[in-house]
Nanobody
Framework: EVQLVESGGGLVQAGGSLRLSCAASGFTFDDYAIGWFRQAPGKEREGLSCFSSYDGTTYYADSVKGRFTISSDNAKNTAYLEMNSLKPDDTAVYYC????????????????WGQGTQVTVSS
């Protein structure tokens, strides 16, 4: 069974940093790509980044390019999202997901999801 568990969210001031973790089980990163998404209240789920370990493909949304970095530790079967220069607009529930990494970063390309972790950025 594929399972994903996010952690690392919290409250941070604008300009600060957080690192989110996504512990995966039931598959390896050679089987599926990892994606990070977020959803703010009243808004659609937004794709932020995805990474395919098996071919090295990486994509970022324009909204986070240069500020967020996706990575993985295959030995730990854990993916990460390093978030820097955080803004109040980054406040949302952040999700990791397993599926297919495509430049459009659409949720329908990902079939398995974690429960999400809240990130709140204060001004």
């Amino acid at each position: 069974e594929v399972q994903l568990v996010e952690s690392g969210g919290g409250l941070v001031q604008a300009g600060g940093s957080l690192r989110l973790s996504c512990a995966a089980s039931g598959f390896t990163f050679d089987d599926y790509a990892i994606g990070w998404f977020r959803q703010a209240p009243g808004k659609e789920r937004e794709g932020l980044s995805c990474f395919s370990s098996y071919d090295g493909t990486t994509y970022y949304a324009d909204s986070v390019k240069g500020r967020f970095t996706i990575s993985s530790d295959n030995a730990k079967n854990t993916a990460y999202l390093e978030m820097n220069s955080l803004k109040p607009d980054d406040t949302a529930v952040y999700y990791c997901a397993a599926g297919t990494c495509h430049w459009q970063l659409k949720p329908f390309n990902f079939g398995s999801w974690g429960q999400g972790t809240q990130v709140t950025v204060s001004s």
